[in-house]
């Protein structure tokens, strides 16, 4: 018997349509960007959780990658990366 491998085309994976702000806290966990508490709160200060601008470098390929956006670096205002709450709505504002 011979053994047969099926060969598909590699299937892109969906972008996130908009992403809430508790998913986006646990999706920057799991990305290794921020270490938050399983308990951060959404309206939670990003920058006293350790948002530096060296983390804002590697946040936004990631957040553009995830979400399929594209940020401009005035999007990268204090008040719109304050919160996961504020980044989630800066992310859902830049979906086409």
């Given at each position: 018997m011979v053994a047969c491998i099926a060969v598909f085309p590699r299937m892109e994976t969906p972008k996130h349509l908009s992403p809430n702000?508790?998913?986006?806290?646990?999706?920057?966990?799991?990305?290794?960007?921020?270490?938050?508490?399983?308990d951060f709160p959404e309206d939670g200060d990003l920058v006293a959780a350790g948002l530096t601008p060296t983390v804002v470098s590697n946040l936004v390929p990631a957040v553009e990658e995830e979400y399929g956006v594209v940020l401009v670096s005035s999007d990268l205002s204090p008040a719109n990366l304050a919160t996961p709450k504020t980044l989630a709505t800066l992310i859902s504002s830049r979906k086409k």
């Open positions: 702000p508790t998913d986006l806290i646990d999706w920057m966990n799991g990305e290794g960007l921020l270490d938050l508490e399983w």
